[in-house]
């Protein structure tokens, strides 16, 4: 259940938020052992002209640049799965998105079970209820 949301800074393009995104399912899946059918992605664009890095607006760069944070449920996950994701992420986002710049970051919130969940029960709930019930 986990939530990502993909801040971009790039001009809005629908087909590359969709490309993204179906990106960052399959990581999720694959690097941390996530339910695809409890994934929720969103992505947002930001105007490279008012996002700046060591003061510089990123557009006069011609780099773009990326913001992910991943918030998920603690303990689900190890120090080298979330490091295996963070390195491929990286890596596959370059590929989607073309140059990046290196002050582009992924963020993992590992969130109590008892203060995280969705559909207006915890994680924690959940695990103590395995059947719904």
Do not use: C
């Not at 899946?29 to 510089?56: C, N, Q, S, Y």
């Amino acid at each position: 259940m986990p939530l990502l949301t993909l801040r971009i800074a790039a001009e809005p393009d629908r087909h590359l938020a969709a490309r993204a995104a179906a990106l960052l399912q399959r990581l999720t899946v694959t690097h941390l052992g996530k339910r695809p059918e409890l994934i929720a992605i969103a992505v947002d664009f930001i105007d490279p002209a008012t996002w700046f890095v060591a003061g510089r607006a990123l557009a006069d760069s011609g780099l773009r640049s990326y913001h992910l944070a991943i918030t998920i449920t603690d303990e689900t996950n190890t120090k080298a799965e979330k490091a295996r994701f963070m390195a491929a992420t990286h890596a596959a986002l370059g590929d989607v998105l073309g140059p990046l710049h290196e002050e582009s970051y992924i963020h993992v919130h590992d969130v109590r079970a008892a203060a995280y969940g969705y559909g207006g029960r915890t994680q924690e709930w959940r695990a103590h209820h395995p059947d719904g019930a």
